[in-house]
Structure formats: C-alpha cells, structure tokens
C-alpha cells in the first residue's frame, strides 16, 4: 500500500525558512515522481513543483522559483520541501503527493499547515 | 503555460440530478485531463486520470468526457455524499489545477 506520511504542524515567523518531510512507502521511491501542491485556508489548489528522486530531477511551477527549493533522500524515502524568505502569502497546506506512470496525482499525504505570524 | 478555466464555482443540486462541470484550457492537453474530489480536511481524491479512465474503486455515476481544449466532469444521479469541492487538473503541459467547484445539495 503506497503511503506518503508529512510531518507536522509549523509556525514560522515572517522572513524565516521552513523545510517539510514527506516519508513514502509502499513502492519504489526512486521510480515515480513526487509532487508538491498548496492550498491556502478557503482557496483552490496550485502545484509548486516536483522532485523525480531517482536522479534528483526538478520541475517548478515558474512562481514558486526562488521560493520553494525540493529534494530527496533516497535511502530514507522521503523527499522535502524547504520555503524560504516566508511571508502571510505563504501560510497553507502543503500536500506531498505521487504521480501515477501518466499524469494524475493518485496518492496523497495527509498535509502539512505552515503559519506564518509574527 | 497552460492556463485552465473551471465552471461553475458553485453549484447546488438537488439529491438525484445530474452534475456538470467543465475545464477548458488554453492549449491542446490532448486528453491529460484528470478530476478531483476534496471534502473538508482531507486531502484531493483522484476520481478520473487521463484519458477518461475511472479510477478502481470510484462508483460508476462519475464520469468525464472531451479531448483538445474542452472537458466535462459529470455526476448522475448525486448523492449526498458527493458534497464536496471539485478540481480539474491538466498533467500535459507541466501541471495546472482548475480553480474549483464547489457542489451543495439544493
């Protein structure tokens, strides 16, 4: 059973970075593309980018260049997201998903919820 | 970049009638269309991926149809339980989510 498993809540000051985990199990890591996707509090869904850990590949939505940094840890199967310079725009959800072979984000983490406040 | 526009926002309907929500985009995806479901506090659930292929496990009444730059999403006969928030995603040109739907009973 695929399983993508975040870590947890975060509140982060306004200018500061935050760097999130998403744990896979349940099938190769190193085979499928993983995925970011935000969703602030009420609003819709943006992808941000993505991260193909077998050979550490990126690919970023053009807005979130210069915000969002991806990367991964084979051996651990997790992938992470770091945001930086944050600011209120950036408080969301933060959902980790797995691609299927051809397109469609199939399998999903449960989020993480970033707050930025001061 | 392939931009894609979602309509309705709302909807309300009543319990048996059918649904339709539709996602233009602005460039030829072919049929990288998928559709998503999202209930309050959890994750987007894959209802539909490419090609207009229904996902294991999701009931029969949900459906897609189209192929270039116009889709429909359609639900027949709804359901209570089908109250929830609905998104169209392009997967052929990087990745673009529609802006939503949101489905209410009437």
């Known amino acids: 059973e695929v399983q993508l498993q975040q870590s947890g809540t975060v509140l982060a000051r306004p200018g500061a970075s935050v760097k999130m985990s998403c744990k896979a199990s349940?099938?190769?890591?190193?085979?499928?593309?993983m995925h970011w996707v935000k969703q602030r509090p009420g609003q819709g869904l943006e992808w941000i980018g993505a991260i193909y850990p077998g050979n550490s590949d990126t690919s970023y939505n053009q807005k979130f260049k210069g915000k969002a940094k991806l990367t991964a840890v084979t051996s651990t199967s997790t992938a992470y997201m770091e945001l930086s310079s944050l600011t209120n725009e950036d408080s969301a959800v933060y959902y980790c998903?797995?691609?299927?072979?051809?397109?469609?984000?199939?399998?999903w983490g449960q989020g993480t919820l970033v707050t930025v406040s001061a | 970049e392939t931009t894609v526009t979602q309509s309705p926002a709302s909807l309300s309907m009543a319990i048996g009638e059918k649904v339709t929500i539709r996602c233009i985009t602005s460039?030829?995806?072919?049929?990288?269309m998928n559709w998503y479901q999202q209930k309050p506090g959890e994750p987007p659930k894959l209802l539909i991926s490419?090609?207009?292929t229904l996902r294991p496990g999701v009931p029969s009444r949900f459906s897609s149809s189209g192929y270039g730059t116009d889709f429909v999403f359609t639900i027949e006969n709804m359901l209570s339980e089908d109250v929830a928030d609905y998104y169209c995603?392009?997967?052929?040109?990087?990745?673009?989510f529609g802006s939503g739907t949101k489905l209410e009973i009437k």
């Open positions: 460039t030829d995806i072919d049929d990288d």
């Open positions: 349940g099938y190769t890591f190193t085979s499928y593309w």
């Open positions: 995603l392009q997967s052929d040109n990087l990745f673009t």
């Open positions: 490419e090609g207009n």
């Open positions: 998903t797995r691609s299927l072979l051809r397109g469609g984000f199939a399998y």
